[in-house]
């Protein structure tokens, strides 16, 4: 294992063990959870190859140092001795806690609400009763979290915010983009602003974070926006083609 990458250890590890074919035959959310976490791990490899720190006098290889790396501890009874702390939790085991601030990560399409959600009305409206439990935690704060680029199974992927952060009432919503070090307003009659409520455009009823259909590529996500009036330009993030930059008032979106 030498000359073979971390994360292609990890990964022929959990396929020379069994655990994704055991795991892939049982049926049910909780066996999809569990690949997921496998996968995640091999995502964790990925991001440790270069991280790697063997402390002196504990010649451990570098797979093993891994995974003690990887072990987690669940952190209960620790919270009597540190009060002011980070509690990191799930979201069904935040049901009845609150706290002053609350953070819910990964609120991303395909990952919150799950890809395979959106052809189950049902497992869609339990995701999104789940999201709200998550956001009534917090008392006094919240911040809704989504990553534009994500490492997935070894592999750079492109997402879109979820569904469920367009849902919730525009005044509520204050956007930051970090990577642009400003906030924006998707509005097609006003020049650019410097707060984003994702408000949608007057004239065509859309928003950052929308769901829309277009004609020739299919459903995708408003991600991004520039420009006003007849020359605003939105990106979305098409299932099938990807990304594209599209002229608002030619390309005929249709809200889903």
């Avoid at 964790?44 to 790396?69: I, R």
């Avoid at 706290?99 to 609120?107: H, Q, R, S, T, Y």
């Avoid at 926006?225 to 007849?230: D, F, S």
Wanted: glycine share 8%.
């Amino acid at each position: 294992t030498r000359h073979i990458e971390l994360h292609e250890q990890v990964e022929h590890t959990l396929h020379a063990s069994g655990l994704i074919t055991y795991f892939s035959k049982e049926k049910g959310e909780k066996a999809e959870a569990r690949i997921e976490n496998l996968e995640e791990l091999v995502s964790a490899a990925k991001g440790f190859d270069n991280e790697l720190e063997v402390e002196q006098g504990e010649p451990l290889s570098e797979l093993t140092a891994f995974l003690t790396h990887a072990a987690l501890e669940a952190g209960e009874g620790q919270a009597d001795a540190w009060d002011d702390c980070v509690q990191l939790m799930t979201l069904h085991s935040s049901k009845g806690l609150e706290f002053p601030l609350v953070f819910i990560c990964g609120l991303e399409e395909g990952l919150f609400p799950h890809q395979r959600s959106s052809e189950d009305e049902e497992r869609l409206q339990e995701e999104r009763r789940l999201c709200y439990v998550g956001i009534t935690r917090a008392k006094e704060q919240l911040v809704l979290c989504y990553a534009e680029q994500r490492r997935l199974y070894g592999k750079e992927t492109w997402g879109a915010p979820s569904s469920f952060i367009a849902q919730i009432p525009a005044q509520y919503i204050d956007e930051i983009r970090p990577s642009t070090g400003y906030k924006q307003t998707l509005n097609t009659n006003t020049p650019k602003a410097n707060y984003n409520y994702l408000e949608p455009a007057r004239n065509s009823g859309l928003s950052v974070g929308q769901r829309v259909l277009h004609q020739k590529f299919g459903e995708g996500i408003i991600i991004n926006y520039e420009g006003q009036g007849k020359s605003t330009r939105v990106e979305v993030n098409f299932d099938e083609p990807g990304r594209k930059w599209l002229v608002l008032s030619y390309a005929n979106l249709q809200a889903i």
